[in-house]
């Protein structure tokens, strides 16, 4: 059974990099999953941050790409999200999550199982 | 961007009502639309994925439908646990992107 905690700081001032880390216990190593990051704002809907594959293949929101990195660390099965040049409008809970697909075509991409969330606030 | 809309945005409904949630995308998205539940400080569950096929443990109350542009999420007897915040996900195209969420309340 997949299980996924991030951490990382609380707190991070304006113009900084944010820096999160998820770590995965169970199925790191299954070749079928792709792992996301997802940010929901205080009391605004969920969005999709981008995902790294087990090869280390990158998709990133548009919206975000010029500021976000994710990677992964295969050795200490996690894998990690960095976002430069924060804003306020960055501050939200940040998941990270297992996405799958359809292994019959490879489309698709839902996300199960979630990490509980962690709130980063961006102020100074 | 695959713009997705929920409607209604919040619903009051009584335990034992039946509850449809609609979602529909900006643009054709064949089947590829999945549903999250979420209630206040979690995160979100994985209900349906494929539009219509139940995540494992589920309970069978739940069900999806739809395929193109319109989708809905049906409860078909709403449970004191159902109370939550209901989301759309369409996987067709990067980026994956939500709706805005449906709030499911007490009356």
């Known amino acids: 059974q997949v299980q996924l905690q991030e951490s990382g700081p609380g707190v991070v001032k304006p113009s900084e990099t944010l820096s999160l880390t998820c770590a995965v216990s169970g199925g790191f190593n299954n070749i079928t999953h792709w792992w996301s990051w997802v940010r929901q704002p205080p009391g605004k809907g969920l969005e999709w941050i981008g995902e790294i594959y087990h090869s280390g293949t990158t998709n990133y929101n548009p919206s975000l790409k010029s500021r976000v990195t994710i990677s992964l660390d295969k050795s200490n099965n996690l894998f990690s999200l960095n976002l430069n040049s924060v804003t306020a409008a960055d501050t939200a809970i940040y998941y990270c999550?297992?996405?799958?697909?359809?292994?019959?075509?490879?489309?698709?991409?839902?996300?199960?199982?979630w990490g509980q969330g962690t709130l980063v606030i961006v102020s100074s | 961007d695959f713009q997705m809309t929920q409607s209604p945005s919040s619903l009051s409904a009584s335990v034992g009502d039946r509850v449809t949630i609609t979602c529909r995308a900006s643009q054709f998205i064949n089947t590829y639309l999945n549903w999250y539940q979420q209630k206040p400080g979690k995160a979100p569950k994985l209900l349906v994925f494929a539009a219509s096929t139940l995540q494992s443990g589920v309970p069978s109350r739940f069900s999806g439908s739809g395929s193109g542009t319109h989708f809905t999420l049906t409860i078909s007897s709403l449970q004191p646990e159902d109370f939550a915040t209901y989301s759309c996900q369409q996987s067709y195209n990067t980026p994956w992107t939500f709706g805005q969420g449906t709030k499911v309340e007490i009356k």
């Open positions: 999550a297992r996405g799958l697909y359809n292994t019959w075509n490879y489309a698709g991409r839902w996300f199960d199982p």
